[in-house]
């Protein structure tokens, strides 16, 4: 069995005893738990970084930190966007009896919107390491962020993917003692 065996994804399923309209409504949930977490801290981002060209001392940054700056402020925009996106299409299909592609929307506006958080949060380290140390650190510190974030966001949650198949392998293997 692979990550992407659509069984691994139902493997707890049976246990819940749900109908599928009470699991799209219990996927929905959860995933607007998610988002709530994460849209507080994209929004504190994207108002720290609207605020940055009324300082005095923006005015003295290399064009190339600029050039950081703006992109990081387009990005940190389009995530906003992003996770806010599944409340928007919520209220277009709200009682239209599309739950299902309302989850599935959702779940990849999702994805994309960390993935640009991400990218965001990577931006805006290597805008204070070159402020503060220098471009070598900047470049240091954004590797560092992209590397961490993969560790932490993707690594990390496939390993427990993994775990979780392999155990649940081992309980349907029959013992051979």
């Known amino acids: 069995m692979t990550v992407t065996d659509p069984e691994v994804w139902h493997a707890g399923d049976a246990e819940r005893h749900e109908t599928p309209t009470e699991k799209l409504d219990r996927n929905w949930t959860e995933l607007l738990q998610e988002l709530?977490?994460?849209?507080?801290?994209?929004?504190?981002?994207?108002?720290?970084?609207?605020?940055?060209?009324?300082?005095?001392?923006f005015n003295d940054l290399a064009g190339w930190q600029k050039a950081i700056y703006m992109?990081?402020?387009?990005?940190?925009?389009?995530?906003?966007?992003?996770?806010?996106?599944?409340?928007?299409?919520h209220r277009l299909l709200f009682a239209k009896h599309e739950?299902?592609?309302?989850?599935?929307?959702?779940d990849l506006l999702a994805k994309c919107?960390?993935?640009t958080l991400a990218i965001t949060v990577t931006l805006v380290l290597m805008l204070v390491f070159s402020i503060v140390v220098g471009p070598v650190a900047a470049i240091v510190s954004g590797v560092l962020s992209v590397l961490g974030f993969l560790a932490?966001?993707?690594?990390?949650?496939?390993?427990?993917?993994?775990?979780?198949?392999?155990?649940?392998?081992d309980r349907r293997t029959p013992d051979e003692d």
């Open 71 to 89: 992109a990081a402020t387009v990005c940190s925009v389009v995530a906003s966007g992003l996770l806010i996106a599944p409340v928007s299409a």
């Open 113 to 115: 919107g960390l993935v």
């Open 152 to 169: 932490l966001w993707v690594a990390l949650p496939l390993r427990t993917l993994v775990r979780a198949q392999d155990a649940a392998a």
């Open 36 to 57: 709530r977490v994460v849209q507080t801290g994209v929004q504190l981002l994207s108002g720290f970084l609207l605020t940055l060209p009324l300082q005095s001392l």
């Open 99 to 106: 739950k299902g592609v309302l989850v599935a929307q959702a």
